[in-house]
């Protein structure tokens, strides 16, 4: 198992950009790959993006292409989404997800990943 903390959450206004930190520790984490989710109010948990374990394959919502980026650091054991060009429909808590070692599909499903952090809030103000 592998505990994720968020951190980087915030207020920002419309267009105004916030860089998200997940730190991993526990087990190994460079041979997992790493995803990002938000929830807002009322609505289901969401694909954002995932990357692959030494990140030269990322994948992105339609929603956030272009404008959101991830990386990682393995030698950090941090993973981090990049947030430019934010809009109001952002709003969400943040949840970064780590899959089983070994894992390589860059999945969309809450399902495929295995450990959660506990999330950080992004409020975008309109």
């Known amino acids: 198992q592998v505990q994720l903390v968020e951190s980087g959450g915030g207020l920002v206004q419309t267009g105004g950009s916030l860089r998200l930190s997940c730190a991993a520790s526990?087990?190994?984490?460079?041979?997992?790959?790493m995803g990002w989710f938000r929830q807002a109010p009322g609505k289901e948990r969401e694909f954002v993006a995932a990357i692959s374990w030494r990140g030269a394959s990322t994948y992105y919502a339609d929603s956030v292409k272009v404008r959101f980026i991830i990386f990682r650091d393995n030698a950090k054991n941090t993973v981090y989404l990049q947030m430019n060009s934010l809009k109001p429909e952002d709003t969400a808590v943040y949840y970064c997800?780590?899959?089983?070692?070994?894992?390589?599909?860059?999945?969309?499903?809450?399902?495929?990943?295995?450990?959660w952090g506990q999330g950080t809030q992004v409020t975008v103000s309109s």
């Open positions: 997800a780590a899959s089983d070692i070994g894992s390589r599909r860059l999945a969309t499903t809450t399902t495929y990943y295995n450990d």
């Open positions: 526990g087990r190994t984490f460079s041979m997992s790959v």
